[in-house]
């Protein structure tokens, strides 16, 4: 009945309304572009692209991409270059002054950066056609499919791809401006989403079909772990949201509360999902290198399959380092220390300044430790569901980039959206009255 009457608040709301049309109108666009392949390809040739992409590293770019990778869409390269060239435009802001600059700009400098991450995608995708193109030539020939790319159907096909790419940014851009939630990272979500049916379908099945007894009870067990983890991934976006740090005195405005025992609002898992990003930017350079290889041997063979002891490994030592490097970077002892100054608020039995940021330097330094190895058992959960037996399309969602990804952009979406029913008067979608957070790193791009 409750879930009833939010549905009719959210009917009567025209703008809202509006919004969420437009958005369902911008995915199906979406949805429709990633079955139109490329010219020249036939379609009846690529179930050896699809297989090649059933698994490892090949299997999650297929993911983003909603399954346009392995049907040689025109969106078959996706919205990973231009993730990949904000995260770049991103770590550029952080140690180069002109582009620190550019950020404390305002609107322009904002615009002046997004003009440079648009640059820098079009000359990723420029290099990422021609290697997608020669990949598809092998995989084509390798089924005894008839393709031949010359020279200039190679060129004329990455305007194609690239294009598309391009397409998808704007599509994005349009639900920014014109629907609901953030763009980018709902054609993300879109892409996985799209890819859940047919994965728990196969992992219904084989339960059912090669399971000697008791596959029915496995699969719900399945399905009770995949909950947890959701329930611990919403913990994990959200963030933990006051650490118990006293201080004596808060001024805001013109109001001054004292003798209540306040909180400075450090986090557990200040950094987000931005480490896993980071990381598996990096983990997607021996694809990369290799030029979409078809198969490689050892260590390197190992760094290219996202199952593999060796890759999580590594994956799980970069995602504690890039927290602790990201923490450092948002989170500024110093500057919290200088806020409490200037509003007359202390840390009782800590002097102010230096022995200040040091204290708080400190605690940071204590509760970043278990937020990133909890990141990062989260980044590697599928490779552990692969082990328990697990099918690998259903195992990622059991954890890793793409269920953060789901469960942020779902939680930002229902933020945005009661935002709107509060504004109108209406109730929250909450029954308690509690309002949805939404992620806390403000970084919305992925």
Same mark, same amino acid.
């Given at each position: =009945?409750? &879930? ?6 959210? /009917? ?9 049309? +437009? ?17 020249? *390809? ?31 869409? *025109? &969106?078959?390269?996706? +919205? ?8 770049? *435009?991103?770590?550029? $802001? ?5 582009? @620190?600059?550019? @950020? ?19 000359? +990723? #995708? ?7 193109? =020669?990949? #598809? ?32 940014? /704007? ?6 401006? !014109? ?16 890819? #859940? ?48 740090? @006293? ?19 450090? !986090? ?34 190992? #760094? ?59 605690? =940071? ?11 990062? *058992? ?15 399309? &259903? ?8 269920? %953060?990804? %789901? ?11 009661? $935002? ?27």
């Amino acid at each position: =009945m409750a &879930f009833t009457q939010t549905i009719k608040n959210i /009917w009567s709301v025209e703008d809202l309304r509006r919004r969420i049309g +437009i958005t369902l109108l911008l995915v199906v666009i979406y949805r429709f572009g990633c079955y139109v392949v490329l010219p020249g *390809i036939n379609p009846d040739d690529l179930m050896a692209l699809k297989n090649f992409t059933s698994s490892g590293l090949m299997q999650l770019l297929d993911m983003f991409s909603g399954g346009a990778f392995s049907q040689a869409s *025109i &969106f078959a390269l996706g +919205i990973m270059p231009y993730i990949t060239a904000s995260i770049v *435009i991103q770590l550029l $802001g952080m140690v180069l002054p002109s582009f @620190q600059k550019m @950020q404390r700009e305002g609107e322009s400098g904002r615009m002046k950066l997004n003009q440079y991450t648009r640059y820098l995608t079009v000359l +990723i #995708l420029l290099l990422q056609g021609p290697a997608y193109l =020669m990949n #598809l030539q092998y995989q084509v020939r390798s089924a005894n499919g008839a393709i031949d790319l010359s020279i200039w159907m190679i060129a004329f096909m990455t305007i194609i791809l690239a294009a598309g790419s391009m397409f998808i940014m /704007w599509l994005g851009e349009r639900i920014d401006q !014109k629907g609901v939630g953030n763009g980018i990272s709902f054609i993300i979500l879109i892409g996985i989403i799209a890819r #859940l049916p047919e994965a728990f379908l196969q992992e219904f099945t084989s339960r059912l079909l090669n399971s000697a007894g008791g596959g029915l009870v496995l699969f719900l067990v399945e399905i009770v772990i995949l909950l947890a983890v959701i329930a611990g991934a919403v913990l994990l976006v959200q963030g933990t949201r006051k650490v118990p740090v @006293q201080y004596a005195k808060k001024i805001v405005g013109n109001k001054q509360y004292g003798g209540a025992r306040n909180y400075i609002p450090l !986090k557990v898992n200040a950094a987000g999902v931005m480490p896993i990003i980071f990381a598996q930017a990096i983990m997607f350079i021996p694809v990369t290198v290799a030029g979409f290889a078809p198969s490689h041997n050892g260590f390197w063979g190992s #760094l290219t399959d996202m199952y593999s002891w060796t890759y999580n490994v590594i994956y799980f030592l970069m995602i504690v380092v890039f927290t602790y490097f990201y923490t450092a970077i948002t989170v500024r002892p110093a500057q919290m220390a200088e806020d409490m100054k200037r509003n007359n608020g202390f840390i009782p039995g800590v002097k102010p300044g230096k022995a200040t940021v040091e204290y708080l330097d400190s605690i =940071m330094s204590r509760i970043t430790l278990p937020g990133s190895i909890f990141l990062g *058992i989260v980044a590697i959960l599928p490779a552990i569901a692969t082990v328990c037996g697990i099918n690998r399309s &259903f195992a990622s969602f059991f954890g890793g980039t793409s269920l %953060l990804i %789901l469960v942020g952009v779902v939680l930002d979406t229902l933020r945005i959206i009661e $935002g709107h029913l509060l504004m109108r008067h209406y109730d929250g979608l909450m029954k308690d009255g509690s309002r949805i957070q939404g992620r806390t790193t403000g970084n919305h791009a992925f």
